[in-house]
């Protein structure tokens, strides 16, 4: 059974079983009451209506205030299609059968009308009214019965992580699905984890979720979802960057990951902006995702560049994807990436910054194997990926990119350059995965239409020990070799050296063979 929640189904490997018991648990604040309630309005028909009951504590008119203020709320489906139960009626303290009435009431109703779900919210709260050993007993003959319907029970309750492992309610569950606020910077968290769903085959480890004006909305742990890897095509993929290609042996394959690092302003986006603009121009579909820079923003300094991207917004070929700082959040970016791959072929895919996404994810332990799932998720959709990561002045910072080099096919540094007392910029392939590419530094220079390569650069210092790159005065192409000298044979290497030597020179060295021996050498020799 859908639970009326497409990312939700995906986590749970295509829903709920019919005739299952699960247990939503979660603290207080946590989404449960909130959930459920989707699911019901979600799932309720005319025919297979939801039943929902609820605490003493909670009365009818507090619930559908609350609820009033999500898209999912539908006030013409309450009571012929979502009904509303108080269970005070039948866990009253008078009551000497505990909780014999509540359970004849749920299982009368299941079978008499054959709802899609049941929840009992809070099951915890029915602890408080029978002892362990009639509880278990109430609860194995609720669950034996609803085995045999086709219905699902939901049983809400504020567990804590140590009482999953131990209360009787979860022995009995055929699932469990734990929910949970997790406060942290710079902003917080929700995330559910299936623990157990008998029979079914669910997505593991952490998924967060927001909720929001349509309700819940589940973003699944990439790490989960990515396909097996397809080969790399063999086309390859202009940059629209004059003078890079010829530095790449032609450019990068369709299908690469490539990333592009250097410091702050040294034009790491007007390079992922003009290698976009050029898959455009040949008429593919782009995605770039930002951190910084917002849609307008990045529009306008296109424009300074003669690009206009908001015509290629308007025609859908290229999407700006703006996730603000204080919103970013690793599932969440692979899922808005994932979804535009799938909603329309996408050949070009900017990531705009890496070295922010580290930062933000406060997730290190978890980050290199995010990484690996969202580049080769990209990959097997064929499309190629460009990311910026941002460096020091003087080279790569203490440990953004730590673990992650490998995953990249090309890695293209752009840094800056003392040349005299000016400061430049400068380009440098530093790797092509088992393709060969230029292995020199070249000039590197902003104009009116973008970056343009230039010359290679000669008596350069400090590349690889990540100083700053200085050359002695104003830079100077690279100047063609000597043409080496013919190789002479041992009489005419002699000859050759004799007349390179000055004539008073050769005078001196005959005089010095022709003097007696020192006075020092001669004592010597007799003693």
Known sequence: MSTGIAALDLVLNNGLETGSVVVLAGAPGTGKTILAQQMCFARATAEHKCVYYTTMSEPHSKLVQHL?????????????????????????????NGLEGLISEIVRKTLDEEPSIVVVDSARMLGDFAD?????????????????????????????????????????????????????????????RVIKMRGGSHRS???????GPGGVEVFPRVETLVPYPEAP??????????????????????????LVTGPSGVGKTIFGLRWLVQGIERGENCLYVTFQD????????????????????????????????????????????????????????????LSELAFAAREEDRFAAYMRSLVGLVRAEGSSLLLTSETSVHGLPGNSLDGLLFLFDNTIDLRYIEEGSQVGRAVHVA??????????????????????????????TGRLGWSALRTPGPVEPVRPATPAAPTLSPPDRGRALTAAVPKRHRARSRVRRNRAPSTRHAHRGQE
């Open 205 to 211: 480890g952490k998924h967060s979720f927001r909720i």
């Open 431 to 460: 790797k092509m995965r088992s393709r060969a590419h230029s292995m020199s530094l070249h000039s590197l220079t902003i104009t009116g239409h973008g970056l343009e390569v230039g010359h290679a650069l000669a008596s350069v």
């Open 294 to 353: 917002t849609g307008a923003q990045l529009t306008s300094v296109a424009a300074g560049f003669g690009w206009d991207l908001a015509a290629y917004r308007d025609s859908r070929q290229l999407v700006i994807s703006y996730v603000p700082m204080g919103d970013l959040d690793l599932d969440v970016l692979a899922t808005s990436v994932r979804s535009e791959i799938a909603r329309q072929p996408v050949s070009r895919v900017v990531i705009d910054s």
């Open 132 to 192: 362990r050993r009639e509880l278990r007993r109430a609860l194995y003959d609720l669950t034996g019965r609803f085995a045999r319907t086709g219905t699902v029970l939901l049983l809400l309750g504020e567990y804590t992580p140590e009482e999953l492992a131990s209360d009787v309610v979860f022995s009995l569950a055929d699932g469990i699905i734990q929910l949970e606020y997790e406060a942290r910077e710079p902003i917080d968290r929700r995330w559910l």
């Open 68 to 96: 009033a203020e999500f898209a999912f709320f539908d006030p013409g489906a309450l009571g012929p299609m979502v009904e509303y139960i108080h269970m005070g009626d039948f866990l009253e303290p008078s009551h000497q």
């Open 233 to 258: 095509l063999s086309s390859q993929v202009p940059s629209g960057i004059p003078g890079l290609d010829d530095l790449m042996g032609g450019g990068a394959r369709q299908g690469d990951a490539s």
